[in-house]
């Protein structure tokens, strides 16, 4: 009999605690419990501030919690967690890059053959709809397109996690639904462990398996886990459409509703105070 398959990403009552200038402590996330299995599409959704990109810098290995533990693969995550890809909100090409060359580099630091390199990344961008972009720089594309090559860029390591900081928020409407059909067919040919993190309901519910909610800060809290339960293959914008798509998102929104609100209070109050 085989045993249970290593749970890809687990946050076992992580706190996140900051010292300030004043040297006072900040808690900007307190006791956090998360798992995301393996080929399992998990996103984090909260107000404006409350510490979504903070989990996600700690399941990086970016950040160290004050407490509690991460484990990767049921391992201790010790340093920089390598079994994981991150795609952060703002781009990170290399503008005096071409496409190809921001798309190869990945393999050739690991020591892959710059022929080799680039003829593996010629194919990703050929997977991502820019086969013909190859020798344009970035500023030559376009957000979307941009987005693309950083898709192709974290991709071609073939992490075993993907965690993605707002990846389409810059995003125009039309271009977010094209980009995040994208992302769901790249993802359903080999079902990598994804943590999205979020502000968008709808985009939440239409990507995820799993929609997780934050409480607003400070010492946010995971409040909220729900599974959603429509059927992939998923488009976009067709699914939501789905009376079980609405009915889901009136139900997390009404937990959400009450933080969104705390959150922006705060946000005021700290404008007014400075």
Not at 232 to 255: A, G, N
């Amino acid at each position: 009999m085989g045993g249970r398959m290593p749970t890809a990403v687990a946050l076992e009552d992580a706190t996140v605690a900051f010292r300030l200038a004043d040297a006072r402590i900040y808690t900007a996330v307190e006791k956090a419990s998360l798992s995301v299995e393996q080929g399992e599409f998990v996103a984090i959704v909260g107000p404006t501030g409350c510490g979504k990109s903070t989990l996600l810098n700690v399941a990086a290995g970016l950040l160290k919690p004050a407490a509690g533990a991460v484990r990767i693969f049921d391992a201790p995550l010790t340093g920089l967690n390598r079994d994981a890809g991150y795609l952060f909100q703002a781009d990170a090409l290399f503008p005096w890059k071409t496409a190809l060359d921001n798309v190869a580099i990945g393999l050739e630091i690991k020591g892959v053959s710059h022929t080799e390199a680039r003829a593996r990344a010629q194919k990703w961008l050929t997977s991502v709809g820019l086969g013909a972009f190859a020798g344009r720089y970035p500023h030559m594309l376009s957000g979307g397109q941009r987005k693309r090559v950083g898709l192709a860029q974290v991709l071609i390591r073939d992490p075993k996690i993907l965690l993605m900081d707002e990846p389409f928020g810059p995003l125009d409407a039309q271009t977010r639904q094209i980009m995040g059909n994208l992302l769901l067919e790249l993802w359903n040919a080999d079902r990598k462990a994804v943590l999205f993190v979020t502000h968008d309901l709808e985009e939440a519910i239409a990507l995820a398996d799993r929609v997780v909610i934050m409480s607003a800060g400070p010492s946010a809290r995971i409040i909220g886990d729900w599974r959603v339960t429509l059927k992939r293959p998923r488009d976009i914008s067709e699914v939501r459409m789905e009376k079980e798509f609405h009915e889901l998102h009136r139900e997390i929104w009404s937990v959400l509703k009450d933080e969104v609100m705390k959150g922006y209070a705060q946000s005021t109050q700290a404008a007014g105070a400075g």
